[in-house]
């Protein structure tokens, strides 16, 4: 039973969320006696650092005609190296983007956003996020093989070294039916959905203006910033920033609201997150409900006394 996993890198440069499949890839390799074989397009990083996490082979995709991204390229890529019956993604916007394609290219069974290692392997079942994350089914697949997307900051990058080797396949990948429009790129800072900590605001915050102080919280905690869809919409802050239903889902292990009412769209973003915190000076907002801690009162005085009190806290 051979285990692949694909390790997605941007510019070059592993993300977390690679770690976290590649250790998830090697949970699976360990129920199953085998080992994990990790698969990347074009990287620069090192090898070392999938061994770092359990990949026992590392497979570099070469290929000048995949340094556009495209969701079917890439697919056909994957499909061209993996020759195993378990292939791991992470679940970020392009790895699920493949994922499908090569599902229907291989005929295997697709399961995504699994939040932890399967519970038998014959048949493959697992835990995953249903319903906008308001739920969880254990989901089974029958296929000959089956694909899973891991769910970030769900497993875990946990580390398990092993000794590897790496092998470079060059390839020539037909990439011209798909022209991308626009396609995310890492700005260099903390990206939203691999971010463990993110401090976020609505509409409370009254003005693009007074973003500086959400954004010096964020720094001192380590934090991604995020924003409510309605922020977004009026331009006061960059679509990339918006978490809900129809924006980014994330999952972080502390999630800061600041100024948001906490309507039912924008908690099937969010309500993955395993601590959220409420700040907002009204009451009756609905996302005290959902909130595991609450403060009710004006963030434009708690928000800069807060950030001070954690300067003081880290020396």
Known sequence: MAVFVYAENINGV????????VAYAKAIADQ??????????????????????????????????????SAKAYAQAVSEVANGNIIVFPHTTDASSIA???????GYSLI?????????????QVKRRSFSGKGFMHAKAEGAGVIVTVSQNAFGAKENAVSG?????????????????????????????????VV???????GPENWGMIEDL?????????????????????????????GKAISPNLYVAVGISGAIQHLAGVNSSKTIVV???????????????????????????????????KG
Request: net charge negative; hydrophobic share 40%.
């Open 279 to 313: 700040i907002n000076s009204d009451p009756e907002a609905p996302f005290f409900k959902s909130a595991d801690y609450g403060v009710v009162g004006d963030a434009f005085q708690i928000i800069p006394a807060l950030t001070e009190k954690i300067k003081a806290l």
């Open 200 to 206: 976020s605001a609505g509409r409370g915050m009254k």
């Open 100 to 106: 499908p394609m090569l599902a229907i290219m291989n």
């Open 165 to 197: 080797s790496e092998e470079v396949k060059n390839l020539s990948v037909a990439n011209e039916d798909t022209k991308v429009i626009s396609h995310e790129q890492s700005s260099g800072k903390l990206d939203l959905k691999e971010a463990e900590v």
């Open 14 to 21: 592993y993300k977390k969320a690679a770690f976290e499949a």
């Open 32 to 69: 199953a006696g085998d080992t994990v074989t990790a698969i990347s397009v074009n990287p620069t990083d090192s090898s070392d650092l999938l061994y770092k996490y359990g990949a026992s082979n590392v497979i570099n995709i070469k290929d000048e005609g995949l340094k556009s991204f």
């Open 112 to 124: 995504t956003n699994a939040i932890a290692a399967p519970e038998s392997l014959s048949p493959f």
């Open 218 to 246: 964020a720094n001192v905690l380590g934090a991604a910033t995020a924003c409510s869809k309605p922020v977004s919409d009026i331009g006061w802050r960059p679509h990339t920033e918006h978490v809900g239903q129809t």
